[in-house]
């Protein structure tokens, strides 16, 4: 399948779930919403009211990250989760917390290992690291929902690579885009002032939300479709 087609049948797939599965899953995305603004505004406010402190400012930071990773991480499993549930002849959703608790070990020793080769590569110089992050970067479905990879027979990142071969250029443009995307429109938030600063985090978050959630959806059709081939 060449690249055009892949894309535009892994569209067509997400434009057909996509408010299907915010319906489905508008509770648990509107408590990750609120755990993740709760704790921005703490951080927020600590940094903007220890400017001079180097260590708070730091931390604050440090804070924000890993708001954003836990956000991350948590629509990199629910997403193919509620995707795989719509096309199962069962009506029935799987249970988050259940497959989440199954699937965050495996998860975290695979993305520690990719995480790993990234930084090593990235010594060498800059763009091999992306090369290489670009190349994994479908390694979470291939540890959720692999069956060769459950019983122990391919590596994870070994597959992930044979995958993205002959689509690079696709995958490499979609990462991009979303990490682009999001660091353009959080910052623009951020740098709001006054009274309308809550709402302008608040909107940003929203809508960044919305579009990882298409992003990360057009990712599992892809992987999907490439798995078949």
């Not at 180097?54 to 499993?77: H, K």
């Not at 600063?197 to 298409?214: D, E, F, K, P």
Request: proline share 3%; hydrophobic share 50%; no cysteine.
């Amino acid at each position: 399948m060449t690249a055009a087609k892949l894309i535009l049948n892994s569209m067509q797939n997400t434009n057909r779930i996509y408010w299907r599965f915010i319906s489905s899953s508008w509770h648990i995305l509107l408590l990750i919403t609120l755990f993740v603004q709760a704790h921005l505004q703490v951080f927020l406010y600590f940094s903007r009211n220890n400017q001079q402190d180097q260590a708070i400012q730091i931390l604050s930071q440090f804070g924000i990250g890993t708001l954003g990773l836990l956000e991350a991480v948590f629509l990199l499993v629910l997403i193919p989760l509620r995707t795989q549930d719509f096309s199962s002849a069962d009506a029935s959703l799987t249970p988050y917390w259940k497959f989440f608790s199954n699937k965050i070990g495996p998860l975290t020793i695979e993305g520690i290992r990719m995480t790993a080769f990234v930084v090593l590569w990235s010594f060498l110089l800059l763009i091999p690291g992306i090369y290489k992050q670009t190349k994994w970067y479908l390694m979470p479905f291939v540890v959720m929902f692999d069956k060769n990879y459950e019983a122990g027979e391919v590596d994870a990142l070994k597959r992930s690579n044979k995958l993205v071969t002959g689509i690079f250029p696709l995958v490499f443009f979609l990462m991009i885009f979303d990490f682009t995307f999001n660091l353009v429109v959080d910052n623009y938030s951020l740098s709001v002032e006054g009274p309308l600063r809550w709402a302008a985090i608040t909107g940003a978050s929203l809508l960044t939300m919305g579009v990882s959630i298409y992003t990360y959806s057009l990712f599992f059709q892809i992987y999907k479709l490439r798995d078949k081939e």
